[in-house]
């Protein structure tokens, strides 16, 4: 006999405080994928660090399958500061085009076995809501060390997406083994999030072996707003422009919420799915 489900990735949301979420979450305002935070760096690339993020995570415990994947990504602003109001109005948009990326970031998926030689009871205080250090045995932005301007007494991050100021991530991928071909590392949606075809993307399945862990991970390298150059699709004013006939969807939608100018506005990588699909034998 035979059971199928998935795993799938969801977090903690800034956007839903003060409102009631589910039975299931303990308060904690909740919502599909994983929210990415600001760039550090604004100006200068190099100094940006990848964010890293555990999004579906299982170890094998008896003959297990892995029968598919997806992947999901948005871009997201405040409107309210796009407007020039005071408050919070996030507006998403789903990535459509699969190899889209900004002239300054980019995303990175890797689907990889592990050895499960995790520690255990060994977890820092300052793990709190999808923020774990080192590894995660569930939907989690994983670090090794940060900094952040709003935190509880006992240093974990009120909402680890808000107040980030420095973060450095695990080292994580020198342990991570290719679960098939070249699922190890690839930087496009191959498995598109609303795909009817998730629950058999890898065929008959790729068989785990008893005490392995599979994992779908992501990193991502987040874009600063307004510091590249988006001609044709904004005026010589600075102000959003309408996007010339044939511009990729992301593109416009980005043309259409950036502000240029001392303080610049606009979209940049704002949440992440990701999910895996089992068969067990029982």
């Not at 190899?99 to 970031?105: A, E, L, Q, S």
């Amino acid at each position: 006999m035979k059971r199928r489900f998935e795993l799938s990735a969801s977090g903690i949301d800034e956007s839903l405080v003060g409102m009631t979420s589910d039975p299931w979450s303990r308060g904690a305002p909740q919502a599909p994928g994983l929210r990415i935070p600001a760039a550090l760096s604004l100006s200068d690339v190099s100094k940006r660090p990848r964010y890293y993020f555990c999004l579906a995570t299982r170890v094998s415990r008896k003959p297990m399958r892995v029968l598919g994947c997806r992947q999901g990504l948005t871009l997201g602003v405040n409107l309210a500061a796009v407007n020039g109001e005071p408050g919070y109005q996030p507006l998403e948009f789903a990535v459509q085009t699969p190899d889209f990326k900004f002239p300054d970031g980019n995303v990175s998926w890797h689907i990889v076995l592990e050895q499960n030689s995790k520690p255990r009871n060994q977890k820092p205080l300052t793990d709190t809501n999808n923020w774990s250090y080192g590894w995660a045995d569930g939907p989690a932005m994983l670090y090794d060390s940060f900094t952040n301007t709003n935190v509880t007494t006992n240093g974990a991050p009120q909402f680890y997406m808000l107040g980030l100021t420095a973060y450095v991530p695990p080292k994580l991928y020198p342990s991570w083994h290719p679960i098939a071909a070249d699922l190890l590392s690839f930087h496009d949606l191959r498995f598109p999030q609303n795909s009817n075809q998730a629950w058999s993307a890898f065929g008959d399945g790729i068989e785990v072996e008893n005490g392995t862990r599979v994992s779908l991970y992501a990193t991502v390298l987040q874009t600063a707003p307004g510091t590249y150059q988006l001609s044709p699709t904004v005026t010589g004013s600075g102000t959003p422009g309408s996007p010339v006939n044939g511009t990729p969807p992301e593109w416009a939608f980005v043309s259409a919420y950036t502000i240029t100018g001392e303080a610049p506005v606009g979209p940049n990588y704002w949440r992440i799915f990701g999910s895996l699909i089992f068969e067990d034998e029982i």
